[in-house]
Structure formats: C-alpha cells, structure tokens
C-alpha cells in the first residue's frame, strides 16, 4: 500500500502524525543553540610553555625544539607550526580530518610529559588545549573613570568579574588592561657583594618565609583545634626586617640590602576609552552553551553591577557578538518565510490551482518545523 493511498484512508492518524511533528518541532527549536560557528571539533592541538624572563634564541632551542620533536613522532600529523617569542613558546599540532582529536590531544599529553625533564625546571607547567572556535569572547566589557588603575583593577576584579562569572552559561572572564598591586625588592648590587649574597638568596627567603603552612591539630579530649602558621606578611612595612640570612651570628636583614616599595605588576596589555585609561573584560561562553542566551544573561548582570558604580565610573558594552548572531538568525528565518511565500505564488501562478498552492502553503512550513525535532535529536 502506497503512503499516499494510506494518508487518504486513515485521514485521522497522518494528522495526529503530523501535528505530533509540529509539537516536537516547535518545542525543539526553543532548545537548540544559537551560535557563530558550528559545535565542531578541529583536529588541532597547542601547546603553550610560559618561560619568563626567556630571550626567543633560548625558547627556540630549549623549549620549542624539544617539544617539536617529542611530537612529531605521533600519527596522523598533517602539520606543526610553532611560534617562539620572548618568554613564550606555543607549539600547533594539526593533525588529517579523521582522526580523534580527543585521543589525539590525550597523545600530546603523553608526548609533553615524557620530555617534561628534558625542559628548562623554571618553566611553567605546559598548556595542552584543544583548538575550539567557541572559545573566541562573545562580549566585551570596559570599566573606565577618574580614578588610578589599581582602584579600577579593585573595582573589576572585585564587583565586576564575580557578577558576571556567575552568569549562567558563562565560562571565564578575562581581565585585560589591569594591574594588581605588587611589592617590588629593589636590591643594591655593593650590599649584597659585602655580604657576600646573590639575588637569588633574597627570593629563597622572600618565598620561604612569605608563606602560610598548615600546623596540624591540637587534640585536647573532646576537642579538635586546627593549626596553621600564619608566616604571611601583612604590610609593606614588615618587608624590611625580614630576615635573609646569618652572619657570624648576626641577621642580615632585607632592609640592609635594598627598599621595598608598594608598587604595580608590570603592564603586559592596554586598555582605553576614548583615549582614558580602562579595563576590559573578555568574555567567553561554556562550550555547547546558546550563545544569544549567554549574552543576554551577561547583560542582565551588567545592569546589576552599575548600580554599584562608584560616581564618575563608566561601564559600557564595547562589543557584543550576539548582535551580530541574532541578526544573522532572524534575516534566516526570513529568508524561509519569504521563500515559502514564493514556492507558493509560484505553484498559484503557473498551476492555476488554489488547491495546489493550499497543499504547498500547509507542507512547506511543516516540513521545516518538523526538521528541528530531528536537528534537536541529532544535537543531544
């Protein structure tokens, strides 16, 4: 039995089949995530060494090379490009369209660990990160005002970026153009000759001393007291009689090898407004998340966070790619309205037959509604 001789003796069933299309069809759409680009997985893998104080020459021979060779062995490596700059090295692995990236990356992993010892002990642990094109921030946020840079960093840090990090869908939220508060040790190169010190004496000190180390407990019958060493400097000020090292019996103290000053970390990014200073927040949404979703949900925190902004602070939206997302998305959907519409006039034209063009007016827009049911089940 042919469908169509079926459709015309069972009427009742294939329009409860079809409405049940539409029902799942319309309750999928609300579902499905709105993005830039398509949830798909590239098969490249980096890898980021940060090595500070590295001209590129030494990352070049010491990082990059090493890595470039304990990767290469792998298969299925289409290519390797790698970039050596001061105090960075970053390692691109692309591998053919069919392999498993997720077993590829783990690949890497195992390759980086297995060269680990061959590599400088002062770099950082290695950054093993898939290539994702949803990573890419979807918003960006700038805090300017009259105030120095450290307080619009405070103010960032501290009332902006947890709002917005609490939004739902949101992964991270970077801060570019601030500077957190730093002590800086400005050492005296004849001080430490006459106690016959190296720098590197004053940083042991200052990282073993300048650290807060749990205690154990204290078990005191029914009692259990937690211990901690609070060996934290409090102040600026109790830099300077913080003790370096021995001599003869007599301390030498911080105070007499060089100055302390509260200071900033150095400026590694810039950000302005209209020529003043600010900081920025970059923005990026959880992977499989709906980016129109996210961005709205951002928004909805933005305005909690101005009604805390101190007087003279400006906090305003400097790019929103959901703008573009949504403009994207609604100019679709009208192109399938309108050549629905067409499909339609076009049948009523040259078949001359209202019933014709009835049956296309009625099937067109189920057929497509019934399609995101099907993209819904696909997706999950």
């Not at 030494?58 to 990082?63: A, G, H, P």
């Not at 450290?150 to 501290?158: Q, V, Y």
């Not at 800086?184 to 010190?197: A, E, I, Q, T």
């Not at 923005?283 to 980016?291: F, K, P």
Request: charged letters at 25%.
């Amino acid at each position: 039995m042919k469908f169509s001789e079926f459709s015309i003796r069972r009427p009742i069933f294939v329009l409860m089949l079809i409405s049940s299309f539409l029902v799942f069809g319309v309750t999928s759409y609300r579902s499905i995530g709105v993005s830039l680009f398509p949830d798909v997985d590239f098969p490249i893998v980096s890898v980021l060494v940060i090595y500070e104080g590295a001209d590129p020459g030494t990352i070049e021979t010491e990082v990059t090379d090493p890595i470039e060779e304990a990767v290469n062995t792998l298969n299925g490596i289409k290519s390797v490009r790698s970039e050596s700059l001061e105090g960075v090295s970053q390692v691109f692995i692309e591998f053919e369209l069919e392999v498993n990236i997720d077993v590829a990356s783990q690949d890497v992993r195992d390759k980086i660990a297995g060269v680990r010892a061959e590599l400088p002990r002062e770099i950082e642990a290695p950054i093993i990160e898939k290539f994702d094109p949803a990573s890419a921030p979807i918003l960006t946020v700038v805090i300017s005002g009259p105030k120095s840079i450290r307080e619009l960093t405070k103010f960032a840090k501290d009332e902006v970026k947890p709002r917005i990090e609490g939004a739902r869908g949101v992964g991270s939220a970077k801060l570019v153009g601030g500077r957190e508060r730093e002590v800086r040790v400005w050492l005296r190169s004849d001080s430490l000759f006459n106690h016959g010190l190296e720098p590197q004496a004053v940083i042991d000190a200052l990282r073993a001393k300048n650290v807060e180390t749990p205690g154990g407990r204290i078990e005191t019958g029914e009692r259990e007291i937690g211990v901690r060493t609070k060996g934290l400097l409090k102040s600026v000020r109790d830099f300077p009689s913080l003790i370096i090292a021995h001599r003869d019996g007599a301390p030498i103290r911080l105070e007499e090898l060089g100055q302390c000053e509260d200071g900033l970390e150095e400026e590694r990014s810039l950000s302005r407004l209209n020529g003043q200073r600010a900081v920025s927040l970059l923005i990026r949404r959880q992977s499989g998340t709906n980016l129109v979703k996210v961005a709205e949900s951002v928004k909805a925190k933005i305005e909690d966070a101005r009604e805390v902004l101190p007087e003279g602070f400006e906090l305003i939206l400097a790019q929103d790619l959901s703008v573009f997302v949504k403009q994207s998305n609604d100019e679709a959907q009208g192109e399938l309205i309108r050549g629905g519409a067409l499909a339609v006039f076009v049948l009523l034209i040259f078949l001359r037959s209202f019933r014709g063009a009835f049956v296309a007016a009625v099937t067109i827009p189920t057929t497509i509604i019934a399609t995101y049911a099907f993209m819904a089940s696909r997706l999950t």
